[in-house]
């Protein structure tokens, strides 16, 4: 089930209303767990025994860890090897075998082996990692253990964010359950604006940007240099609007059930460096991947040679937990390059620098570019496919003769305005000068109108597949 | 390093305020009246959202050509009829069997030479089932072509609705107007099938029908036509009479290839099932049908148009039901072609492209028959 779907929205207003119809705490978080549990089933009923597996697994590890006595590295273990194995499984096992199978056979062995072909299940990587914080954390010791088993398998299915994210920390959405919540508590007016805003970046935007940039990636050789940029720079926006739309509206689901999730996008395009930009950029999961990987493995604490390996783990990993290829390996290891460049850039040329002012004026500019080629890598399929994109978009050597036309150039300009009035506040206060009547008239009417701007096939979310 | 006034973290105290502390929220008795208050707000929020569909239906339907499938024949169609519209006084209208088959230059020239002088123009369309046939009708009489006399309908029965590659698309959605989603719906009831089934394909009216309601995907395509048109559109003067033979038709190639290769394969299959014609049992009457076509005459005869019904060939089974509405005067005329011992020219291998057409001599052949025909029916 898509948020973009009609059928949500009877499903999110029976979800609320008996919600918030019910007097205890636990029934709610019981109701809401049924919820969530059919959310998922939407799409694959088996797949929901992996994710009560993990929850039971996290949940008696999380007793265990806190017993005193207790092997705790061991318990920890467990919780790593059987949530890692399931994502090791499910998601990595094929990529790991054919990998093997292509090295073995460029040293003149000629192994027989098949690949499991397993269907990979929606969201595997986004619960893992939340269940994975729990355990940590409960090792860590900074979060108690929760007795309620109720408590620890709806923080790991909650449907918002069930399936792409954001990634919540068991400590931040834990505590929440904890005190008595009331409607009166939540901002409606604020959180269906964001629901608005994700729908629109979702099903206006990236869903009708989408058959451009799939005939372009389906055979780049077809399209000119022209056309290859046009589709780099629209994939760059679609993966924007459809990811930070989804959180948006996940956001919004959560907020309107009384519950907060954590911000994901900050207007990543607008970083003036690729450090800020992946503190902007799925801001739960790069943070993740920094507490729980990169400062362990030592962070900028030891050697600059160190740092920069570390560096290169995390983000190598980073872009492993984007899917099982080796086009995300690079892509992830091309990210670590770029973070080092500008660690060194950084260290080397003093703030007083003249250079530092012309690196401050292209920054926006450079990271937005470095960005856009890195995902030729992220989008394109097979090795053909790739080396053809990098070649018309880097080297501008493109065979084809296609492209999207010069009005592309406004549909940038048009969505370049949109996003910059978004990031000033534009509009923000208008809306909230209206009056109660006058806002829900109005919110009525503009999402008349987003559906009239959708596309009706609607292209699953990008982020469903990692 | 984050401090107070930095963006992000402003950015995620704004998000934190969405839902407030406790202790920051009145209490419940402070908010008297509460239930009443939402279900205003969400009726004021539904009456919006309606007005502002209506308002959009109205303004999308006045620009020509904005709410068709861009990638079929039908927008191209359209489109041409629109700018031709008070140039013809004869239109076919169908599916494949009409729009691969029916030559209107062909036509035209053969009922001159029969004293009926015509210009015609094919409206069929591939996948056009008996919904979207009547959804088309009632656009092309709402146009008020001066000289329309005559539309020559394709006769269809009303379980073929709509093709699996075809759901959800722009011209799939445009057709559920609140009567034939109804009309679809009804069909899918009454089809014998499992319930599950059967309760999936009403679902799929109903949700075609709330995205027409809701003009889903009209938005982009009106105002691209609206600020110039769709540099995509084919020229309309490549369709002239909107007449293309399948061997000539440039789209979907593989799959009419592929089509071609299956017929040619099995040619002998072709004896076969015209010796099993008729063997099934007779098909009851079908009052829903029949009240269908009774509206649609009504509606074209209310245009000051006479309907003719035509069951094009090829069709390999026995339609004595369909032949039977003009017996029982539901339809006004009927041309049928679905005796191959009548016609054994449109059921004979060389005039075939595959099993459900005919190829260009087939077409020429059965253009002239239905020339020679309707001029007979006409002088009658």
């Given at each position: 089930?898509?948020?973009?779907?009609?059928?949500?929205?009877?499903?999110?207003?029976?979800?609320?209303?008996?919600?918030?119809?019910?007097?205890?705490?636990?029934?709610?978080?019981?109701?809401?767990?049924?919820?969530?549990?059919?959310?998922?089933?939407?799409?694959?009923?088996?797949?929901?025994?992996?994710?009560?597996?993990?929850?039971?697994?996290?949940?008696?590890?999380?007793?265990?860890?806190?017993?005193?006595?207790?092997?705790?590295?061991?318990?920890?273990?467990?919780?790593?090897?059987?949530?890692?194995?399931?994502?090791?499984?499910?998601?990595?096992?094929?990529?790991?075998?054919?990998?093997?199978?292509?090295?073995?056979?460029?040293?003149?062995?000629?192994?027989?082996?098949?690949?499991?072909?397993?269907?990979?299940?929606?969201?595997?990587?986004?619960?893992?990692?939340?269940?994975?914080?729990?355990?940590?954390?409960?090792?860590?010791?900074?979060?108690?253990?929760?007795?309620?088993?109720?408590?620890?398998?709806?923080?790991?299915?909650?449907?918002?964010?069930?399936?792409?994210?954001?990634?919540?920390?068991?400590?931040?959405?834990?505590?929440?359950?904890?005190?008595?919540?009331?409607?009166?508590?939540?901002?409606?007016?604020?959180?269906?604006?964001?629901?608005?805003?994700?729908?629109?970046?979702?099903?206006?935007?990236?869903?009708?940007?989408?058959?451009?940039?799939?005939?372009?990636?389906?055979?780049?050789?077809?399209?000119?240099?022209?056309?290859?940029?046009?589709?780099?720079?629209?994939?760059?926006?679609?993966?924007?609007?459809?990811?930070?739309?989804?959180?948006?509206?996940?956001?919004?689901?959560?907020?309107?059930?009384?519950?907060?999730?954590?911000?994901?996008?900050?207007?990543?395009?607008?970083?003036?460096?690729?450090?800020?930009?992946?503190?902007?950029?799925?801001?739960?999961?790069?943070?993740?991947?920094?507490?729980?990987?990169?400062?362990?493995?030592?962070?900028?604490?030891?050697?600059?040679?160190?740092?920069?390996?570390?560096?290169?783990?995390?983000?190598?990993?980073?872009?492993?937990?984007?899917?099982?290829?080796?086009?995300?390996?690079?892509?992830?290891?091309?990210?670590?390059?770029?973070?080092?460049?500008?660690?060194?850039?950084?260290?080397?040329?003093?703030?007083?620098?003249?250079?530092?002012?012309?690196?401050?004026?292209?920054?926006?500019?450079?990271?937005?570019?470095?960005?856009?080629?890195?995902?030729?890598?992220?989008?394109?399929?097979?090795?053909?496919?790739?080396?053809?994109?990098?070649?018309?978009?880097?080297?501008?050597?493109?065979?084809?003769?296609?492209?999207?036309?010069?009005?592309?150039?406004?549909?940038?300009?048009?969505?370049?305005?949109?996003?910059?009035?978004?990031?000033?506040?534009?509009?923000?206060?208008?809306?909230?000068?209206?009056?109660?009547?006058?806002?829900?008239?109005?919110?009525?009417?503009?999402?008349?109108?987003a559906l009239a701007f959708s596309s009706p096939q609607t292209q699953p979310f990008l982020y469903f597949q990692f | 390093m984050s401090t107070r006034n930095d963006p992000l973290t402003l950015a995620r105290v704004r998000l934190a305020e969405l839902v407030r502390e406790p202790q920051a929220t009145p209490a419940r008795k402070a908010c008297p009246g509460r239930g009443r208050r939402w279900g205003l707000d969400v009726l004021l929020c539904l009456l919006g959202a309606w007005a502002t569909?209506?308002?959009?239906?109205?303004?999308?339907?006045?620009?020509?050509?904005?709410?068709?499938?861009?990638?079929?024949?039908?927008?191209?169609?359209?489109?041409?009829?629109?700018?031709?519209?008070?140039?013809?006084?004869?239109?076919?209208?169908?599916?494949?069997?009409?729009?691969?088959?029916?030559?209107?230059?062909?036509?035209?020239?053969?009922?001159?030479?029969?004293?009926?002088?015509?210009?015609?123009?094919?409206?069929?369309?591939?996948?056009?089932?008996?919904?979207?046939?009547?959804?088309?009708?009632?656009?092309?009489?709402?146009?008020?072509?001066?000289?329309?006399?005559?539309?020559?309908?394709?006769?269809?029965?009303?379980?073929?609705?709509?093709?699996?590659?075809?759901?959800?698309?722009?011209?799939?959605?445009?057709?559920?107007?609140?009567?034939?989603?109804?009309?679809?719906?009804?069909?899918?009831?009454?089809?014998?099938?499992?319930?599950?089934?059967?309760?999936?394909?009403?679902?799929?009216?109903?949700?075609?029908?709330?995205?027409?309601?809701?003009?889903?995907?009209?938005?982009?395509?009106?105002?691209?036509?609206?600020?110039?048109?769709?540099?995509?559109?084919?020229?309309?003067?490549?369709?002239?009479?909107?007449?293309?033979?399948?061997?000539?038709?440039?789209?979907?190639?593989?799959?009419?290839?592929?089509?071609?290769?299956?017929?040619?394969?099995?040619?002998?299959?072709?004896?076969?099932?015209?010796?099993?014609?008729?063997?099934?049992?007779?098909?009851?009457?079908?009052p829903l049908l029949e009240r269908e076509l009774g509206d649609l005459v009504q509606l074209v005869r209310a245009a000051g148009v006479e309907p003719i019904f035509l069951i094009a060939p090829p069709l390999w089974e026995e339609r004595g039901d369909l032949e039977r509405l003009a017996a029982d005067g539901i339809v006004p005329a009927l041309l049928s072609y679905d005796d191959p011992e009548r016609f054994p020219e449109f059921y004979a291998v060389p005039n075939l492209f595959d099993f459900?057409?005919?190829?260009?001599?087939?077409?020429?052949?059965?253009?002239?028959?239905?020339?020679?025909?309707?001029?007979?029916?006409?002088?009658?």
């Open positions: 089930m898509l948020f973009t779907e009609l059928r949500f929205l009877p499903f999110f207003v029976l979800a609320f209303a008996v919600h918030w119809l019910l007097r205890r705490e636990s029934w709610r978080r019981a109701w809401l767990l049924v919820c969530s549990y059919a959310f998922y089933a939407a799409w694959e009923p088996r797949f929901l025994l992996l994710i009560i597996a993990s929850t039971l697994v996290d949940w008696y590890v999380g007793l265990r860890l806190v017993r005193p006595g207790a092997r705790k590295r061991a318990w920890l273990g467990l919780s790593l090897v059987v949530n890692l194995g399931m994502l090791g499984t499910f998601k990595y096992a094929d990529f790991f075998l054919d990998s093997t199978v292509e090295f073995l056979r460029l040293a003149g062995f000629e192994p027989h082996v098949g690949t499991l072909a397993l269907i990979l299940p929606v969201g595997i990587s986004f619960y893992t990692f939340q269940t994975l914080s729990y355990s940590i954390d409960v090792y860590r010791g900074t979060l108690a253990p929760r007795k309620s088993l109720l408590d620890v398998a709806f923080f790991v299915a909650f449907f918002p964010q069930l399936v792409a994210g954001p990634i919540v920390r068991a400590a931040e959405f834990l505590p929440q359950l904890d005190v008595r919540r009331r409607l009166a508590q939540v901002d409606v007016r604020a959180a269906l604006l964001l629901f608005l805003a994700g729908f629109v970046k979702k099903a206006c935007i990236s869903d009708n940007l989408a058959p451009a940039i799939d005939a372009f990636y389906a055979a780049p050789a077809k399209y000119d240099v022209l056309g290859a940029w046009a589709a780099a720079i629209y994939y760059t926006i679609q993966i924007y609007c459809d990811f930070s739309g989804y959180s948006d509206m996940a956001i919004a689901c959560g907020a309107l059930l009384g519950f907060r999730l954590p911000l994901n996008f900050f207007f990543p395009y607008f970083s003036g460096d690729v450090r800020e930009f992946w503190r902007r950029w799925h801001i739960s999961l790069s943070s993740w991947i920094r507490d729980y990987l990169y400062v362990p493995l030592g962070g900028s604490r030891g050697s600059r040679l160190r740092t920069h390996v570390n560096l290169l783990i995390a983000m190598t990993l980073c872009g492993l937990w984007h899917g099982a290829s080796w086009n995300f390996v690079l892509w992830g290891a091309l990210h670590a390059v770029a973070l080092i460049v500008h660690r060194e850039w950084s260290r080397r040329v003093s703030e007083a620098s003249p250079l530092r002012r012309v690196s401050a004026a292209l920054g926006v500019p450079l990271t937005f570019l470095t960005w856009t080629v890195s995902m030729v890598l992220f989008r394109a399929r097979g090795a053909e496919a790739t080396w053809q994109a990098l070649r018309s978009v880097v080297l501008f050597d493109a065979p084809g003769g296609r492209n999207f036309g010069w009005s592309f150039l406004g549909v940038l300009a048009a969505l370049a305005v949109l996003h910059a009035l978004a990031r000033f506040g534009g509009g923000r206060a208008l809306w909230r000068a209206l009056p109660e009547r006058g806002f829900a008239l109005a919110w009525g009417a503009a999402f008349a109108l | 569909s209506r308002a959009l239906a109205f303004l999308i339907d006045r620009v020509p050509g904005a709410t068709l499938e861009v990638e079929t024949a039908l927008r191209v169609k359209s489109q041409y009829f629109d700018l031709h519209r008070d140039e013809f006084d004869l239109v076919f209208v169908g599916s494949s069997r009409v729009y691969y088959q029916v030559i209107p230059r062909l036509f035209d020239q053969r009922m001159a030479s029969y004293g009926v002088p015509t210009t015609s123009f094919n409206m069929g369309v591939p996948g056009m089932y008996f919904p979207e046939t009547r959804h088309v009708v009632e656009r092309l009489l709402a146009r008020h072509p001066k000289r329309l006399r005559w539309l020559v309908i394709e006769l269809q029965d009303l379980e073929r609705v709509i093709i699996p590659v075809d759901r959800l698309t722009r011209r799939m959605i445009h057709w559920h107007t609140p009567g034939l989603t109804t009309l679809a719906a009804e069909v899918a009831w009454r089809a014998d099938s499992p319930w599950s089934e059967r309760r999936a394909r009403i679902a799929d009216h109903l949700l075609h029908g709330a995205y027409r309601f809701a003009n889903l995907g009209n938005g982009l395509p009106a105002l691209r036509a609206a600020c110039g048109g769709d540099p995509r559109a084919p020229d309309a003067s490549t369709w002239m009479d909107g007449f293309v033979a399948l061997e000539q038709e440039p789209k979907n190639r593989g799959q009419i290839e592929a089509s071609r290769r299956r017929f040619l394969e099995q040619t002998d299959d072709v004896a076969r099932r015209l010796a099993s014609r008729g063997a099934g049992p007779e098909r009851p009457r079908d459900g057409h005919l190829n260009l001599r087939g077409s020429e052949i059965f253009s002239a028959r239905l020339a020679a025909d309707l001029s007979d029916l006409l002088g009658d």
